[in-house]
């Protein structure tokens, strides 16, 4: 886990999540929310849920960034 956690800190891993997170996120958010914002009906869950749905593609590219490195390292 200590490993995962030093990714945090590697600045090109976080702008690489976080280019995932703005296109990835932006998509499922207008999929899943672009309705209820554009007819003014975002209420405070699913401004929550939204941002969820760029936290997890953050997360999800530092993840697959981290099992990369970590599988270079073994083999």
């Known amino acids: 886990m200590g ?3 030093s990714m945090l800190a590697d600045r090109r891993a976080r702008a ?3 280019r995932v997170a703005i296109v990835v ?3 499922l958010f ?5 309705h209820a914002l554009a ?3 975002m209420t405070r869950n699913r401004w929550f849920s ?7 593609p953050y997360l999800v ?9 970590d599988h270079e ?3």
Not at 50 to 56: A, D, F, P, S
Not at 61 to 69: A, D, V
């Open 3 to 5: 490993k995962f956690v």
């Open 16 to 18: 690489i999540s976080l």
């Open 25 to 27: 996120g932006s998509t």
């Open 30 to 34: 207008a999929i899943n929310h672009g």
């Open 39 to 41: 007819t003014n009906k």
């Open 50 to 56: 939204g941002l969820l749905t760029y936290c997890v």
């Open 61 to 69: 590219s530092l993840h697959g960034q981290y099992q990369g490195t």
């Open 73 to 75: 390292n073994k083999g």
